[in-house]
């Protein structure tokens, strides 16, 4: 873990270490969910796999510290968000390679836990491979979910304070979790096939939220997260093998 290593072992191992960066947010996740989950879903999967990934690996792993701040300006409607736009976000994370680069990392993985960040996460892994030399991969972690072990019973991956992250949460802190709503319809928002719609009533048409979070069950969340621990963790161990 980056901040509880000091600068003579970082300095040793960064050379050929990949580097596993979780990004997050701060955010509003309907009425149920902390502010936080985005930063905690991305982390805590990023961890579990750093540890399950790192007998196998080819080079030394380095968890850094979650950024918890991404671009969600679309929730301010409903308050509790901090909010980086999508360029500071793409500038914070090419500012965070470049830091990685300048301390003698080479290879750097971005973990993806919010929708929003997509843009500013690709634009800036794009970037910094180009201005500081690194080689950079980036994934949406909810992106790994394994359809076909839950087939049966596919939740809607990954919605936003929907079922998924609501029994995501419910496994990793419980204690977190309020009143999980319901609805007997799904409200009706524009959508055509291959095509990604935004608009300013979105969100208040949901209310914040998709689909069902009252089917949320914790025995869910726990299989779920760790299908995408063990993904990941297969995935980091190719790529320490091959960047």
Known sequence: MWERTDRERLAAVLPEALVVLPVGTVEQHGPHLPT????MLAEAVAAAAVHRAAESSARDLVLAPTLPFGAS?????FGATLSLSPETTTAVLNDLARSVAADGGRRLVLVNGHGGNRGPCHSAAASAATRHGLAIAYLDYWELFPHHTFAADRPNVPGHAGRFESA???HLHPELVGTLPD???QPAVPEAANVTVHTPQLWHTIDGYTDRPADAASADGAAWFGALADALADRLVTLARDL
């Open 73 to 77: 300006d679309h929730h301010f409607a």
């Open 36 to 39: 936080g989950t985005d930063a």
């Open 168 to 170: 995501l949460i419910a």
């Open 183 to 185: 609805r007997v319809a």
